[in-house]
Structures are given as C-alpha cells and as structure tokens.
C-alpha cells in the first residue's frame, strides 16, 4: 500500500498543518476506523513511511493488514479503510517530486488544482507512470508517463514526460507536428502529447480538458 507515496516527497509544514504531531524528529498521525473499532498511527522517519493498525477493543496491534496471505473480506475492508487515509494523507502531507519537463509542473499544477485530482503512482515496475482519474467513476482522463523520446519519436534521443489523454479525433490531430500515437494505449481513441513546449500551456490544458469531458461520468 505504501507504494502510492512512489515519486511524492514529504512536506513537514503541510503535515503539521494536516495533524501530525512531531517528536524527536519523527512525524506522528492517528486516525480512527472503520466506525472507530480501529485505530491506524501512521509514523514517518527520515521520509520514510510507515503505519500500524491497533484493535482498539484488546488494544492489540492486527498485524494481519501488512501479510499479503491474508486474503478475507475482513482484513481486506481494513485494508480499504487505511488506504483511505494513507490517500488523503499524501494529497495533503506530499509534494510531487520534481519533473524533468518546466512545463510538466505548469500544467499538473494547474490540472491538479482544477480538477481536485492528484497524480497516482500505482505501479511498482513503471514508478515514473501516474494517473489522473475521476472520482466518481474512477476512470482515467490522463496518463502522465516518463519515457525515453524514441518510443514517441524514431531516432530521437534522451528523455521526455508525455501525457497520454483521450481525444474524439484522434486521425485529425495527428497531422499536428507535437501530437503521438498514444503509447501503450488504444490508438484509436488517445493521444500522446509530450510537454516539452511544443504546445503553449493553453493548447495542451484544451486537450486536457476534452479528454476529462470524455471520461467523465454522464448524467
């Protein structure tokens, strides 16, 4: 579960802010569960994170929520609860570390902040991959990736951070020096946009906000 904080740098002042308590240099957090039965204390030492679970009926520690063999609807709802809070914890306590691309950190930050989504790092093997996804349907309106240049361009050498978004003419747009088969995801209906100036700010938040349209869950 501690995976989601891949690419995501701890802010003391924010963490303060949110209700952590420090002592001797260790950052300390409690939150009560699944209608308050639990109680989850989330610590972080040096960057580093890590959280137990207590009953808070016994005051046992359920050490079941960190063994992967515990497959039960049980400790996977705990599971679930603490997920909850390990999200909101790195929504409000974490900064997205630096992107190699200046307009990469214009544009999420504003993305970010106008659709009250956070990027999602979810996969361990591709920890320089993170989503942009709806809330309320859980789809994805965009996929930011850090991949070497040839995967988008034949013969191009070093890295870029692409974004991949969904468009409804895919075939027209990719007449336009800057706009990409979407790598690694269906060509028929995305794109891959690299950010690295080709387009102003404004050209790639349009796209942006078409493929967040698209996604969107319809009334």
């Not at 740098?9 to 950052?27: L, Q």
Request: with cysteine.
């Amino acid at each position: 579960m501690l995976d989601i904080f891949k690419a995501y740098e701890f802010n003391k002042k924010k963490a303060i802010s949110f209700g952590f308590i420090e002592e001797n240099g260790i950052f300390k957090y409690s939150s009560l569960i699944l209608e308050d039965d639990f109680q989850l204390i989330v610590s972080i030492v040096d960057k580093e994170i890590s959280f137990q679970v207590y009953d808070r009926e016994t005051g046992d520690l359920y050490p079941q929520v960190h063994m992967e063999s515990m497959r039960g609807s049980f400790v996977g709802a705990v599971r679930e609860a603490c997920l909850e809070v390990l999200y909101q914890i790195r929504k409000s306590c974490f900064d997205v570390q630096d992107f190699i691309c200046p307009q990469t950190e214009r544009v999420m930050a504003i993305v970010q902040e106008k659709y009250g989504n956070q990027l999602e790092y979810l996969w361990e093997k591709s920890p320089d991959t993170a989503v942009l996804r709806h809330e309320s349907n859980q789809k994805w309106y965009a996929v930011l990736m850090k991949i070497p240049w040839d995967r988008l361009d034949k013969g191009r050498e070093g890295l870029v951070e692409a974004v991949n978004l969904k468009h409804d003419h895919v075939a027209d747009l990719l007449s336009q020096k800057g706009i990409y088969p979407a790598f690694h995801m269906n060509k028929r209906y995305w794109i891959s946009v690299p950010l690295d100036d080709t387009f102003t700010d404004e050209k790639v938040l349009e796209l942006f906000e078409i493929s967040w349209d698209l996604t969107r869950k319809k009334k």
